[in-house]
């Protein structure tokens, strides 16, 4: 570089000094584009997190098997033998595989239920008490029903914080009694509040009450609808489901060949699903806010464009004086990528202050991520570079008698 | 003593679309050191193309030309830069300072490209050429508060500060009135008696008769070049007394 680099920035600096307010709006373009890329991912990873933390909420290690098999394979099991689920299945389950920590049959109903002079319409669970340690259940008022409850089916609930509250305003419902169905059931406890899952339904708008009252009593069947598990451990999830699936496809006497009349989904599983969306809308807000990055880039482009053929007669007095093609090419180009960093470091401050607000006043929640920062930070850099120079070889270009002639 | 100007038969010819013009046709002129030499000649003549590629912003179409002995008719463009900024100072008729920008920094400009770091001290060096062209006490003013003559004067302290060994000054007083016009004169001659080559365009017989030569030049050629006889000596105005009160240009 023949042009001193403090000269250079000096010079620069200088340039976009004596213009405050053409350098600003200049500026403007990459200062909201790079906030915006910055909120915007910020506000993608907020939302991930956010669904993250929720399905976090569904359980530990969370296995939910569903009856019947994803790929049927043509071959038609007819009406029925869909729902394939006993409670055999689950104590099965529980005696065999070693790496399932909890099972619990899920017998799925909704109804009518009436207590405390009001009426709700819920959804009702027949589960055992390993449901509550598989969904992380906790008791805030009065106790969860017992194993020995489900053994002997006895008419005991506990009722979710949404159905507590609607059938029993203002009031202890621990010893009252509801009823589903025309079957009186007796509330033992009221569940701590859950709030709503990642899709959106209330966790606590729920009764839970022993899985063989529900099916007995209840729906009159032999088949429970679902099973949850639980797996031993986080690192053998994959263990786990695949011991599973053997047990289960050996009460169900399945033979090698045969597809399973099972899925199994793992709450990992569910998780990946749920941030390949949000990966997804995270890239496109990105991709976005990037474009009007890019505008702001044309917008420095334009602008310097103007100032080259504004300072033709600046450019030839500098060449008059030594400045060699190169020494002006490098001034423009310096003006052009300091006028987008210092955009760029604008453009963060402002991402940082918008979500600040954004997190205290709104119910979105922008997570600002250091390496989307350095990115936008840098990618503003490469626009000023990229755009600047053309406008800058343009001035390099210059013949220094035509360019003292200028007018 | 090697000349600081020697061309021998320079032409230069522009080509505008189908039209040749031969702005010189075939210039023979030796400047030796310690001379100040006036052009002169009618528009057209030939005498800014002369004074273009004395000055190394532009190469000849054919010719030589030596400046301190180095051949320097078509260099490539960095060479002429270097040039430029090592052995010529140069002044324009339109003073063409930076607006917005000191007379200092003005001044400095040159020396921001001084590659070989022959001037150790850039803005020290710039305040010395502001105090030998009497305009120390206006190193933080902007040109538009300056006068015409002023802002002539930072234009020779710009042209002096890289220690030229040739002053080209292309109608220097063009843009000023009579009595500022001697006064920038007299700054000329002052340099000139310090040693200074000094090659200046003009069409005003007052200000060429100020210099110890005239060359004409008609139709790009030299047609006569002679020494001034009856030289005008410009009044030399004690330092500081011509200071603030010369007429603005428009």
Not at chain 2, 99 to 124: F, M, Q, S, W
């Amino acid at each position: 570089m023949n042009l001193q680099f403090r000269n250079l920035v000096k010079v620069s600096m200088k340039g976009i000094l004596k213009n405050r307010m053409r350098s600003f709006l200049t500026s403007l373009g990459i200062i909201i584009g790079v906030a915006a890329v910055i909120v915007m991912v910020g506000v993608g990873q907020g939302a991930s997190q956010r669904i993250q933390s929720s399905i976090a909420s569904m359980g530990t290690n969370l296995l939910i098997v569903f009856p019947g098999s994803s790929q049927a394979g043509g071959v038609n099991r007819g009406a029925g033998s869909w729902n394939r689920f006993t409670m055999d299945d689950a104590d099965r389950i529980r005696e065999q595989c070693r790496l399932i920590s909890a099972v619990s049959p899920v017998v799925r109903s909704g109804d009518q239920i009436i207590g405390g002079g009001n009426n709700w319409n819920t959804s009702i669970y027949g589960v055992t008490p390993d449901y509550f340690t598989i969904r992380t259940w906790t008791c805030e008022q009065g106790e969860l029903f017992t194993d020995r409850d489900v053994a002997s089916s006895r008419k005991v609930a506990v009722l979710g914080k949404t159905t507590a509250e609607t059938l029993f305003p203002g009031q202890n419902p621990v010893g009252e009694r509801i009823r589903i169905r025309n079957t009186p059931f007796i509330v033992t406890g009221v569940l701590k509040r859950k709030g709503q899952t990642a899709m959106g339904p209330d966790q606590d708008d729920v009764v839970l009450a022993p899985a063989t009252t529900v099916l007995y009593r209840l729906k009159g069947g032999r088949y429970v609808d679902m099973l949850n598990a639980s797996a031993a451990s986080m690192e053998q999830m994959a263990e786990a489901q695949e011991e599973l699936r053997t047990v289960l496809r050996a009460a169900h006497r399945l033979r090698a060949g045969d597809d399973d009349d099972f899925t199994i989904r793992s709450q990992a599983e569910i998780t990946e699903m749920a941030t390949s969306t949000t990966k997804t809308m995270t890239l496109l807000l990105g991709a976005i806010a990037a474009v009007s990055l890019l505008v702001g880039g044309i917008g420095i482009m334009n602008i310097m464009l103007v100032s080259v053929t504004e300072r033709t007669r600046e450019i030839g007095i500098r060449m008059s004086v030594g400045a060699r093609g190169r020494d002006v090419m490098m001034q423009f180009l310096t003006e052009a990528v300091v006028l987008s960093l210092t955009g760029g470091l604008i453009g963060i401050l402002l991402a940082f202050l918008v979500s600040l607000v954004m997190n205290r006043f709104t119910s979105m929640q922008a997570v600002i991520r250091p390496d989307i920062v350095m990115l936008a930070f840098g990618f503003a850099g490469a626009v000023g570079i990229f755009f600047g120079l053309h406008p800058a070889r343009k001035a390099a270009g210059l013949n220094p008698i035509e360019a003292l002639r200028y007018e | 003593m090697k000349p600081i100007i020697e061309t021998r038969n320079l032409e230069k010819t522009y080509i505008m679309g189908d039209v040749r013009v031969n702005a010189l046709r075939g210039v023979d002129l030796t400047v030796q050191p310690g001379e100040m030499a006036a052009i002169i000649g009618a528009s057209g003549s030939g005498k800014s193309t002369l004074m273009n590629l004395l000055g190394c912003l532009d190469s000849p179409t054919s010719g030589e030309y030596l400046l301190e002995g180095h051949r320097v008719s078509r260099l490539a463009a960095d060479a002429y830069a270097d040039i430029r900024n090592e052995k010529i100072g140069f002044v324009f008729q339109g003073f063409n300072l930076l607006a917005r920008t000191t007379a200092l920094e003005n001044v400095e400009l040159p020396l921001l490209y001084d590659r070989k770091k022959r001037i150790p001290d850039p803005l020290g060096e710039a305040e010395k050429a502001l105090r030998r062209v009497g305009l120390g006490d206006r190193l933080d003013h902007e040109p538009n508060r300056l006068s015409g003559g002023e802002q002539q004067r930072v234009a020779i302290a710009r042209a002096l500060v890289n220690r030229p060994s040739l002053l080209l000054a292309d109608e220097p007083t063009g843009n000023l009135d009579t009595r500022t016009s001697m006064e920038i004169m007299a700054l000329f001659q002052e340099l000139n008696d310090q040693g200074l080559t000094v090659v200046l365009v003009t069409h005003e017989p007052d200000i060429a008769n100020c210099a110890k030569r005239i060359i004409e030049m008609r139709d790009g050629q030299v047609r006569s070049d002679r020494p001034v006889k009856d030289r005008i000596e410009a009044p030399r105005p004690s330092a500081g007394a011509n200071r603030g009160k010369a007429g603005r240009t428009a």
